[in-house]
């Protein structure tokens, strides 16, 4: 679809109502703790010419989440002003990708973790030519997933494994060699019910 359509399509998805999401969605039987969550941001990043999401394969030599796939982000560092700023800077560091050809759209709701953060999802257009530089101490690939693939509804599963003694389900969303799942498919799921 052309560019404005595009544009149209995500803005019209950051529209609609729809509440916060969490790790703990899917397992009604987890009482969700009470506790200060760290301020945190995702950059939820799309190729506006080729419509593919970028997302990274984490480290494997990371203490947490290795080998995890992710969106480029972090944790809102007092240097940040905003969350949107936390996750242009963590985008810049992880994968290389300049902030002025970032078009920020908006934010989704927050998203709870079981780790203890409240991830921000910031939507995004990235214009122009862009080759992405992994960090090697973070990132180990950088891929590109079709929008269209994610926008899917019935393309995620929900799936579960035993965790602190007991089974906890988590949505993924497969894409060939990738295996999309935990927050960062709950996020993309989110994203999906709103654009569909």
């Given at each position: 679809m052309p560019v404005p359509d595009l544009r149209q399509k995500l803005q019209d998805a950051l529209i609609q109502t729809g509440g916060?999401?969490?790790?703990?969605?899917?397992?009604?039987?987890?009482?969700?703790?009470?506790?200060?969550?760290?301020?945190?941001?995702?950059l939820i990043g799309i190729r506006a010419e080729s419509e593919t999401v970028i997302l990274t394969k984490r480290s494997a030599r990371l203490k947490h989440?290795?080998?995890?796939?992710?969106?480029?982000?972090?944790?809102?560092?007092?240097?940040?002003?905003?969350?949107?700023?936390?996750a242009l800077r963590e985008a810049r560091e992880e994968i290389g990708l300049p902030s002025d050809i970032v078009d920020v759209l908006g934010t989704l709701p927050p998203h709870q973790t079981v780790t203890g953060y409240q991830v921000t999802p910031v939507l995004a257009l990235i214009n122009g030519h862009y080759d992405p530089v992994p960090e090697a101490g973070e990132v180990s690939e950088v891929f590109e997933v079709p929008l269209a693939h994610?926008?899917?509804?019935?393309?995620?599963?929900?799936?579960?494994?035993?965790?602190q003694g007991r089974k906890r389900l988590y949505y993924t969303v497969p894409f060939g060699p990738?295996?999309?799942?935990?927050?960062?498919?709950r996020i993309l799921r989110?994203?999906?019910?709103?654009?569909s």
């Open positions: 916060a999401s969490s790790d703990f969605d899917l397992n009604a039987d987890v009482k969700v703790p009470v506790r200060d969550l760290t301020p945190a941001a995702v989440h290795p080998g995890q796939i992710a969106f480029p982000g972090g944790k809102q560092d007092p240097t940040d002003p905003t969350l949107v700023d936390a994610l926008l899917k509804p019935a393309n995620f599963l929900i799936e579960g494994r035993r965790w990738y295996y999309i799942w935990g927050a960062t498919a989110a994203l999906a019910e709103r654009a």
